[in-house]
C-alpha cells in the first residue's frame, strides 16, 4: 500500500526492517532487542505519520512495557 501512496522510501524502510525476520526468527543469531531496536528506527524516522506502532504491537506480543 506504501508504494501506491507515493511513499516508496517507507516501504523500502518497512521492508528492511522486516525482511530477514522469517530466516532468522528460527536461528540463535536472532535477537529480539536488536530487532525491536530496528523497530524502533523505523519509528522514530516515521512517528509524525500516520502508520502502524510496530514496537507497540511487538510489546504487546511479548508482555513487555513501553
Known amino acids: 500500500m506504501l508504494g501506491r501512496e507515493g511513499k516508496a522510501e517507507q516501504a523500502a524502510d518497512v521492508a528492511h526492517v522486516f525482511h530477514n525476520l522469517p530466516i ?4 540463535d543469531k536472532f535477537s529480539l532487542s536488536l530487532f525491536r531496536s530496528f523497530l524502533e528506527e523505523y519509528q ?3 512517528q ?15 508482555g513487555e512495557e513501553a
Not at 24 to 27: G, M, Q
Not at 48 to 62: A, F, G, H, P, Q
Open 44 to 46: 522514530q524516522k516515521y
Open 24 to 27: 532468522y526468527l528460527w536461528s
Open 48 to 62: 509524525d505519520l500516520e502508520c502502524y506502532n510496530y514496537v507497540k504491537m511487538l510489546d504487546e506480543m511479548t
